[in-house]
């Protein structure tokens, strides 16, 4: 079956850094773009980036362009962000998932920006 674990999550003050991790199973995924999503509290779940299959093509969303990267090592099934320049507004839980999104959604990484 499909499984998504996340981690690289934690509490990082304004202008700080985090680097996210995201191993994948259960699915062929060198042949799948990848998606990196956050969720804050009362808010709907929201786009970050995206990365095709062979990892030569990236989007992201407005509110994090020029500040994070998403990348992907096809050889250890795993999608990484690379988040600089951290805002509180930054605030959420991250998931990631194939892209376009089919339904399969991990446990999520808490990523607190405060000081």
């Known amino acids: 079956q499909v499984q998504l674990v996340e981690s690289g999550g934690g509490l990082v003050q304004p202008g700080g850094s985090l680097r996210l991790s995201c191993a994948a199973s259960?699915?062929?995924?060198?042949?799948?773009?990848m998606s990196w999503y956050r969720q804050a509290p009362g808010k709907e779940r929201e786009l970050v980036a995206t990365i095709t299959s062979a990892g030569g093509s990236t989007n992201y969303g407005d509110p994090v362009k020029g500040r994070f990267t998403i990348s992907r090592d096809n050889a250890k099934n795993t999608v990484y962000l690379q988040m600089n320049s951290l805002k509180p507004e930054d605030t959420a839980v991250y998931y990631c998932?194939?892209?376009?999104?089919?339904?399969?959604w991990g446990q999520g990484t808490q990523v607190t920006v405060s000081s």
């Open positions: 998932t194939p892209f376009p999104p089919e339904g399969y």
């Open positions: 259960g699915f062929t995924f060198s042949s799948y773009g």
